[in-house]
């Protein structure tokens, strides 16, 4: 199964290669018109969003504007083999921690209080029609998502990383939907 999500990984990566960052970064408008439009994403008090990579959809324009809307905004901090999830407050309290990834520095929410957090908008390499993910291969999200209570799980991505299926072990844990 490994070299199965492996050889996706690949071929996302190397798909993702033909496209210029001007194309990304209107893939990515396009992404946050169509969550700024999604119900759920709308419903939902507090989102626990995510600091793209730079081969991830770039969501932070629309951090502002979920907070105009009086959203509160978590983001996750990489500790070991867990994500802690921290205020995301603007991009000036950011700095870079595992991986490269921009993280909040603030005070961790304490597990007890994850039940506050509406929807988790989740990245992935890949997503299929069944709402099936394959991530990085780390198992970060997977291991967060299955220790949370029932929480809306919006999965994002561009279009060239939607498959018509993907693999899924019992420790793959799905979303609901996915915004692409």
Known sequence: MDDKKKAIRNFIREK????????????????IDKLLADGDLAESKEILVFHPLKDEPDLVPLYPKLRERGQKLWLPRIIGVDIEICCYESEDDLHEGAFHIMEPAGEPLDEKEWSRIDTVVVPGMAFDRHNT????????????????????????????????????????????KVVS
């Open 133 to 176: 993910r394959v991530g990085r291969g780390k198992g970060y999200y997977d291991r967060l998502l299955s220790k949370m209570p029932p929480v809306k799980k919006i999965g994002v991505c561009f279009p060239y990383q939607r498959m018509p299926s993907l693999p899924c072990e019992d420790h793959d844990v799905k979303v609901d």
């Open 16 to 31: 993702g290669r033909s496209y210029s960052a001007e194309e990304r970064e209107q893939m990515s408008r396009e992404i």
